[in-house]
């Protein structure tokens, strides 16, 4: 699978890496999976919103369905909240911030 995927991939990481990454993958498996949405659907009209006949998005002259983020501040918070748990201080009043940075 590597072989037939990995030259569709184009990264930063180093291939030693990437090789030591998929040598622990059995290990990973063992994870429980967690899925989220981003933005989260709970902030449909706060944090975002979908183009429409209002607020037209047009890609390549054809009008497309997109998502626009009303709110990137609150959009980070979600991200950051999701990757990193409990380690994300919350500021109500500035942006967030991961602890141990």
């Not at 930063?12 to 429980?32: C, F, Q, R, V």
């Not at 899925?35 to 054809?62: L, Q």
């Not at 997109?66 to 919350?90: G, M």
Request: charged fraction near 20%; aromatic fraction near 12%.
């Amino acid at each position: 699978m590597i072989y037939e995927i990995g030259p569709l991939i184009t990264t930063n990481i180093k291939t030693s890496e990437i090789t030591s990454l998929a040598g622990d993958m059995p290990s990973y498996l063992k994870y429980p999976i967690v899925s989220e949405a981003a933005p989260r659907v709970s902030g449909i009209g706060s944090v975002f919103s979908f183009s429409d006949e209002y607020r037209p998005v047009y890609i390549d002259g054809v009008f497309s369905s997109v998502i626009l983020i009303n709110d990137w501040n609150d959009f980070r918070q979600q991200i950051a909240e999701f990757l990193y748990e409990e380690q994300v201080v919350r500021h109500d009043t500035a942006e967030s911030t991961v602890s141990g940075e």
